[in-house]
């Protein structure tokens, strides 16, 4: 999908000649130090141009490339941009400090640094401009101070300080990122509000960025910044997102910009009377211990914290709980009345969803120090009652059922496009409107709602979908796999009514050849997901499969597996990409364990023995994350995958590490477990262009690696926090209709889904094989549980699960992982004193189920559990008969 020789600047010559020096890179730098850092500043602009920890080569800033970022134009932390008027007039006047940089005035401070910025901002403003880098018991300060010079009052509308850090992956191999480079994710939260800056190896020290002490700095807005994309770096591609600024102020472009944009806060401005002075800063904290220290770190410099349980995407049955860890607090409410709030215990709070609100929801909490924060949340229906419209909206809405369609491509699910409310027949990025290569894929979400909710009617559907288009068009048979169906080659089709409203002359409008070509392992992965889904809808309800019996999809899901990882003469893989990790193979690893609970041995063998081959190659490799671009997240869900299958421990843990690097936690639904995303929506969505992408389908992939983790490791609660947001925030890309987008815009300018529903296909794929509920024992906020409503009545635990599978459940003081195959958990209880059994309570479900197995797992143990009484072993675990009103069963320890 992704060819190859578009915003790749990563195969770009490296010239060797800088832009123009408006920085004053000339004059060379400052060095300075703190307790905790190595700063150098460049003399002549005094901006931020090397942050480094104490005695640490890791440098925080993209230092070896600053001579290309010398120019006007180019952020820097530093700068400084702003709008203003005189008190009662209508137009905005813009002040911006790297518009037309000169050489700074440096004054005379006790401050590490100081200078008036007048030379290099617009010389009729009437704010004077000092500022100063200052050290703060070993941190880094940054403050500006604004004085009114003129002769009228000013009103403050826009005043937003850039961020720069080293994200920038231009030029550099695999090695050379990981050991230099760094994500930066904000909370827009007001005076709670920071930035996290995670080394994208995950590992090492880590850097927060919090308002200044002493002064009112709040986090309102994350504004991304237009710079100039120019040869060697190239701003704004897919190895270089691009920078954002930290915006206290947005009167002015909520007014402008964004009119029609419901912003994360409450826009405001500040009035400066005449001769009136206002300090605003940031602080540069290091955190030595690393991405799961961040949060403690944040507390440490007096900036309020918040945990969500079970974070920040709330289905209406759940009641979601909040901790606050700061001063007192003197007011708490939401937006909407969105929430009805119960103060549960000391600075700990209740919020049962009222009903009011499908979407956006927000907290604030008014604290008796003054200082205000906000909390972001995601409302929705119940989680099964989301997924069923997904079902009923993609098996009516989406349904295409053209069968004179010269491609073939009916009767499927086929792309949606919300904003003109119809199907996606025709598009120039020809694998959108060709049901394949991610853009197209929308079944494989339809497939695996069947899995966690199947409906005879959805099934129906698909299995005709299944039958003449998946197992004839899409698939070939051989069980090589197209990267489109839909195609431009008027040649082929003469008659054919192309859209030449269109411009087809882009490298992505691929000829029937192009399309046709199977050498793309990505494109397998969704085919597998679609056959295995409806083999486990099957498997478990003998009578809702009419065209084809279970054996037949379990069969073809394997047959597929076996042409994409395929191996020629020489040991390489036969299909492009098959030997890197692929977004959404987690479900080959499902595959593997149907066909040997199966007794499919000879099957089992050989899917075994082509993911060991490609394990073994990542073992050896120090950066294995490679795909198709130049940097990505989608390889480690596979490759985590498989080296935690066979025990390649080294490689798992460094997995793990790479997807913390880009993958936060705040108190926002947005970011938190939004795994790193920024290029797909030039791809798949309807508006193109490159933009931290919300929820895209990393969230809910690189989720399972962290939660099988975490229940290997049940004291790293830090994992369960990360990948249940991952998890569960794909959930908000689904609209009450039902229909659902392929990620949410985050630029202040759009805060909305995409029109297309595009590739949100693996990132549903991800939640159904993800989503459970959890019961740990968090050392910050006690006995918990993540996806459920506990109750406690004296040592008895008892908890509803309000996920929306309802098969898995997590006890991290027993260590076991109890699946079912089908109905639902309609509530467990444990004794929290005595961890060895369970007592669940499993109902038949909307789908109506008459029976189901229990599968336990101990990961990480070496205990044994069974399910008590009378139930017949199958499938390698325990097969239990429903009644209409369910059964109670336990599982103890043998």
Same mark, same amino acid.
């Given at each position: 999908m ?12 490296f010239?060797?000649?800088? @832009?123009?020096d408006?920085l004053?890179?000339s ?9 905790? $850092? ?8 005094q ?31 530093g700068?400084?941009?702003y ?14 400090s ?14 590490l640094?100081?200078?008036d910025?007048a030379?290099? =901002? ?18 880094l300060? =940054?403050s500006?101070?604004?004085?009114n ?7 403050i ?39 996290q ?13 919090t ?13 991304n ?13 897919q ?8 915006q ?26 005449t001769?009136?002075?206002i ?5 540069f904290?290091?955190v030595?211990?690393?991405?799961? /220290?961040?949060? &403690?770190a944040?507390?440490?410099?007096n ?9 920040w ?6 009641t979601?709980? =909040? ?10 409410e939401?937006?909407d ?11 700990? $709070?209740?919020?049962?969803? #009222?009903?009011?609100v499908?979407?956006? %929801?927000?907290?604030?909490? #008014? ?28 098996t009516?809405?989406m ?5 004179t ?8 699910v ?28 929308i ?20 299995e ?6 998946l ?12 990267k489109?169906i839909?195609?431009?080659?008027? &040649? ?13 002359g ?49 069969g073809?899901?394997?047959n ?10 020489? /040991?390489d ?8 990790g ?11 364990a149907?066909?040997?609970r ?13 993911? !060991? ?29 498989w ?9 798992? #843990? ?11 936690? +705040?108190?926002?639904?947005g ?5 790193? *995303?920024?290029?797909d929506?030039?791809y798949?969505g309807?508006?193109?262009r ?6 895209h389908?990393?969230s ?6 962290? =939660? ?8 790293d ?34 805060? *909305?889904g ?17 989503? %459970?509920?959890?019961?740990?024992d ?7 549980t993540?996806?459920g ?9 008892? +908890?509803?699960?309000?996920?929306? +599978? ?20 309609d ?7 005595? %961890?060895?059994?369970?007592?669940l309570?499993?109902?038949? /479900?909307p789908? !109506?189920?008459?029976?189901t197995?229990?599968? +336990?797992?101990?990961? /990480? ?8 009484g @009378?139930? &017949? &072993? ?14 109670d069963?336990?599982?103890?320890? @043998?």
């Amino acid at each position: 999908m992704r060819l190859r020789g578009i915003l790749i600047a990563a195969i770009l010559s490296f010239r060797v000649d800088a @832009q123009d020096d408006t920085l004053g890179l000339s004059s060379g730098y400052t060095s300075l130090s703190t307790a905790n $850092f190595d700063v150098k500043l460049v003399k002549d602009s005094q901006i931020l141009a090397s942050l480094k920890p104490t005695g640490d080569d890791f440098d925080f800033m993209p230092f070896d490339f600053i001579s290309y970022r010398a120019g006007n134009g180019q952020y820097h932390n530093g700068d400084i941009t702003y709008r203003y008027r005189k008190s009662g007039t209508t137009p905005w006047l813009s002040g911006d400090s790297s518009s037309a940089r000169k050489k700074v005035k440096a004054i005379a401070s006790t401050a590490l640094a100081a200078a008036d910025l007048a030379s290099t =901002l617009p010389s009729q403003s009437p704010l004077q401009v000092i500022r100063k880098w200052s050290d703060l018991d070993g941190d880094l300060g =940054l403050s500006f101070t604004l004085t009114n010079q003129g002769n009228a009052s000013l009103e403050i509308g826009g005043l937003g300080f850039p961020t720069e850090f080293n994200s920038i992956f231009s030029n550099r191999t695999a090695d050379d990122m990981s050991a230099k480079c760094s994500l930066a994710d904000p909370y827009i939260g007001l005076d709670a509000g920071y930035i996290q800056v995670t080394p994208t190896s995950g590992t090492g020290a880590a850097l927060i960025v919090t308002p200044l002490l002493n002064t009112s700095t709040p986090f309102e807005a994350w504004r991304n910044l237009d710079e100039t994309s120019t040869d060697p770096l190239y701003y704004g591609s897919q190895t270089y997102e691009g920078f954002y600024e930290w915006q206290s102020h947005t009167k002015a472009y909520a007014e402008d910009e964004w009119a029609e944009v419901t912003p994360w806060n409450e826009p405001s401005s500040r009035v400066l009377q005449t001769g009136e002075s206002i300090t605003y800063g940031l602080r540069f904290s290091v955190v030595k211990n690393g991405i799961r /220290g961040i949060q &403690k770190a944040v507390q440490s410099t007096n900036t309020p914290l918040t945990i969500g349980i079970p974070g920040w995407v709330v289905p209406a049955d759940l009641t979601a709980q =909040l901790y606050v860890f700061h001063s007192d607090i003197s007011k708490i409410e939401s937006s909407d009345d969105a929430f009805k709030i119960t103060k549960s215990q000391t600075n700990a $709070f209740a919020l049962t969803p #009222t009903g009011s609100v499908w979407g956006r %929801a927000k907290v604030t909490i #008014t604290y008796k120090d003054g200082k205000v924060q906000t909390v972001h949340y995601f409302i929705t229906e119940s989680a099964p009652a989301v997924i069923s419209r997904l079902g009923k909206f993609s098996t009516t809405s989406m349904w295409y059922n053209d069968p004179t369609d010269p491609f073939g491509r009916s009767p499927s699910v086929i792309t949606w496009d919300h904003s003109t409310g119809a199907q996606v027949l025709q598009e120039p990025r020809v694998w959108i409107s060709g049901l394949s290569d991610e853009g197209g894929v929308i079944y494989l979400a339809t497939a695996m709602k069947q899995f966690g909710l199947a409906d005879a009617s959805e099934v129906a559907k698909l299995e005709q979908f299944a039958n003449k288009v998946l197992s004839k068009k899409i698939q070939n048979l051989d069980f090589t796999v197209r990267k489109s169906i839909f195609f431009y080659d008027p &040649k082929q089709l003469p008659d054919y009514q192309y859209d030449q409203s269109i411009n087809w002359g882009n490298w992505w409008s691929w000829n029937k050849d192009a399309s046709y070509a199977t050498d793309r392992a990505y494109d397998y992965i969704h085919v597998i997901g679609a056959y295995w889904a409806l083999y486990r809808a099957g498997r478990d309800n003998d009578s809702i499969l009419k065209v084809h019996n279970w054996q037949w999809y379990l069969g073809q899901a394997y047959n597929t597996t076996i042409a994409c990882f395929e191996t020629n003469s020489i /040991g390489d893989g036969v299909i492009g990409y098959s030997r890197l990790g692929l977004m959404g193979e987690t479900v080959v690893g499902e595959l593997l364990a149907d066909l040997q609970r199966e007794k499919w041995s000879d099957e089992a063998d050989a899917v075994e023995a082509a993911m !060991k081959l490609r394990a073994d190659a990542w073992d050896s490799q120090t950066e294995p994350f490679g795909s198709e671009m130049a940097w990505d997240s989608t390889g480690q869900e596979g490759i985590y995958y498989w080296s935690n299958y066979f025990k390649l421990m080294n490689t798992a #843990t460094k997995t793990i590490n790479s997807i913390l690097g880009f993958m936060p936690t +705040v108190s926002h639904w947005g970011w938190n477990g939004n795994a790193r *995303r920024y290029w797909d929506f030039v791809y798949g969505g309807k508006l193109q262009r490159i933009e931290r992408m919300i929820h895209h389908y990393g969230s809910g992939l690189n989720a399972l690696p962290l =939660l099988s983790q975490f229940r290997q490791n049940p004291k790293d609660t830090y994992l369960l926090r990360v990948g249940y947001g991952g998890i569960t925030g794909p959930l908000s890309n689904i609209r009450e209709d039902g229909s659902m987008y392929n990620g949410f815009h985050s630029f202040p300018d759009t805060l *909305r889904g995409d029109d297309y529903s595009g590739d949100y296909g693996p990132n549903f794929l991800g939640v159904m094989l993800g989503l %459970a509920s959890y019961v740990v024992d968090d050392p910050d906020v006690g006995l918990i549980t993540y996806g459920g409503n506990m109750a406690i009545s004296g040592s008895t635990v008892t +908890v509803h699960p309000r996920d929306a +599978v309802r098969r898995r459940v997590y006890i991290a003081s027993m260590g076991i992982y109890v699946v079912i195959s089908a109905g639902q958990i309609d509530r467990y209880s444990l004794d929290k004193s005595d %961890a060895t059994s369970l007592q669940l309570h499993i109902v038949p /479900g909307p789908a !109506k189920a008459l029976d189901t197995i229990i599968w +336990v797992e101990t990961p /990480g143990t070496n205990d044994e559990y069974a399910a008590v009484g @009378q139930n &017949k &072993k199958i499938r390698e675990g325990w097969q239990v008969k429903l009644g209409s009103g369910g059964v109670d069963i336990t599982v103890s320890k @043998q």
